[in-house]
């Protein structure tokens, strides 16, 4: 590796790190966990999927998605049971990855990619404003205006320092800037400290203590199922993501068994399941890590930060924090699409603002699963008023019809009402040389055609169709003679 290179991805991996530490606490504390949960599993997870994940340059730890799914299950049955979840949930990854299914991520239009990545830059902005609280009540007075005017000073750095030099991240100056300045200067203001306290030692190897029987595995089952395809969906979407900012070409599959080895280490040592992160990816990218150095530093920083480094790490002010991540958020924001939403097809533009709207009031995966079904619903409808019909009398008084489309579920309605079994002479000719079959439901309207001929005391002949037309109707015992 260049010196150069190597350089970029050890400032970038130290910058997200210093971005990972608030954000992996705060998640723990939301699934009510002991902060340095969230602290081991962003180590551990971060640093395994750097150095065999499919992605390098993707910052993965304990995400904020997947600790809202298991809330429940630990206030209910406890940490172990947690911990027991992250191991299945690991292994349902791993399984995903061996049976190739990370190209599914590909059946993602391009409208609900937008309105993820708008969805998830308005979170990270409103997560934001909840270090403006302090014991739940909005800062006022002069911490408010001190917080304000700090957060103010980390944005104006980051935007400001790559016009005078990018010899080091922008991000990293301006947390050590104000945090520097913060401390010099004695200002009151809110640190890192006060979220919690990050001292601890090395993580430790124990197998979760619960009864392993299959009464625990129906408990923990759908919470591992859920947490798992939570995590691969906001994976892959940021993968995605990832390699359009890089211009570059992942691999899906090996991510998501890297991952779910990932999230069965941390399990077995103590720590959150995660996957990961788009604001800390943005950061690491736009701090110039491009390489698998970057992300291992970052998680490697954060064991550091518990062993060595606490007292330091949480004298930074949360208004540095806070200021990175709002930049973090304006730079995630895809604000091409708000230009281009009157340009784009209704429907499109229908999606993007839906998937925004579920992604920041309920959750990722049922916003990305609504985006999909929308779109595919506009795709089938599309399509279903693209199918066509001409027809003509023959030199010997039968009639031909030639049907132009494609015949699926959407399309069988239109497709029948092309016909007169009534009006039509005896003999009929359906030329399929222009039309193709997809589905079951392509059949049954085939069957149902000649059915109706039939009843007329009339004969279909079909012909002209493809070998997997053939195939299709031959499976289903019907002659398309």
């Known amino acids: 590796m260049k010196p150069a290179r190597l350089r970029a991805d050890v400032l970038a991996g130290l910058t997200t790190s210093f971005a990972l530490v608030p954000e992996c606490i705060a998640f723990a504390l939301v699934a009510h966990l002991n902060p340095l949960m969230g602290l081991y599993g962003a180590f551990i997870i971060c640093t395994l999927t750097a150095l065999f994940g499919g992605r390098p340059g993707m910052i993965s730890g304990a995400a904020g998605s997947m600790a809202v799914v298991i809330v429940a299950l630990v206030v209910q049955h406890g940490v172990q049971y947690l911990l027991a979840t992250v191991l299945l949930g690991g292994l349902i990854m791993i399984a995903f990855g061996l049976l190739r299914l990370g190209k599914l991520v590909r059946i993602v239009p391009y409208p609900v990619m937008l309105?993820?990545?708008?969805?998830?830059?308005?979170?990270?902005?409103?997560?934001?404003?909840?270090?403006?609280?302090?014991?739940?009540?909005?800062?006022?007075?002069?911490?408010?205006?001190?917080m304000l005017g700090l957060v103010a000073l980390t944005m104006a750095i980051v935007y400001l320092l790559p016009r005078l030099s990018r010899a080091v991240p922008p991000a990293l100056v301006a947390i050590l800037g104000v945090g520097l300045l913060v401390y010099l200067l004695g200002l009151p203001t809110r640190t890192l400290g006060d979220m919690a306290h990050i001292a601890g030692g090395l993580p430790r190897?124990?197998?979760?203590?619960?009864?392993?029987?299959?009464?625990?595995?129906?408990?923990?089952?759908?919470?591992?199922?859920?947490?798992?395809?939570?995590?691969?969906?906001?994976?892959?979407l940021t993968l995605n993501l990832t390699d359009e900012i890089t211009e570059s070409r992942s691999f899906p599959d090996r991510e998501c068994v890297a991952l779910g080895a990932a999230n069965i280490a941390s399990g077995l040592f103590g720590g959150m399941g995660g996957c990961a992160m788009i604001g800390q990816t943005v950061i690491n990218l736009s701090s110039g890590g491009r390489g698998r150095l970057s992300g291992a530093v970052a998680g490697m920083m954060i064991l550091l930060f518990v062993l060595f480094l606490s007292p330091l790490i949480e004298r930074i002010p949360l208004a540095a924090l806070v200021g990175v991540m709002f930049v973090v958020s304006q730079q995630t924001f895809a604000w091409g699409s708000l230009r281009v939403l009157h340009k784009v097809p209704l429907n499109d533009m229908?999606?993007?603002?839906?998937?925004?709207?579920?992604?920041?009031?309920?959750?990722?995966?049922?916003?990305?699963l609504c985006?999909?079904?929308?779109?595919?619903?506009?795709?089938?409808?599309?399509?279903?008023?693209?199918?066509?019909?001409?027809?003509?009398?023959?030199a010997d008084g039968s009639k031909l019809y030639r049907v132009h489309g494609t015949l699926f579920f959407a399309s069988t309605t239109p497709f029948l009402n092309h016909f007169d079994p009534a009006g039509d002479p005896a003999q009929v000719t359906l030329d399929c040389r222009h039309l193709s079959f997809v589905d079951y439901s392509a059949i049954a309207a085939l069957k149902t055609l000649r059915e109706r001929y039939s009843k007329a005391g009339k004969h279909l002949r079909v012909t002209h169709l493809s070998e997997r037309c053939k195939q299709l109707l031959k499976r289903a015992g019907i002659q398309h003679g």
């Open 205 to 236: 190897l124990v197998l979760p203590d619960i009864a392993w029987n299959l009464e625990t595995l129906g408990i923990i089952a759908p919470y591992a199922f859920l947490m798992a395809m939570v995590g691969l969906l906001e994976t892959l």
């Open 115 to 146: 309105g993820f990545v708008n969805g998830l830059a308005i979170i990270i902005a409103l997560a934001q404003l909840e270090h403006f609280k302090a014991d739940e009540s909005w800062l006022s007075g002069t911490a408010l205006w001190l």
């Open 350 to 368: 229908l999606v993007i603002i839906a998937v925004t709207l579920i992604t920041v009031f309920t959750d990722l995966a049922t916003a990305v």
């Open 371 to 394: 985006g999909i079904v929308i779109a595919a619903l506009n795709f089938a409808w599309q399509h279903s008023r693209e199918l066509y019909a001409d027809s003509h009398e023959e």
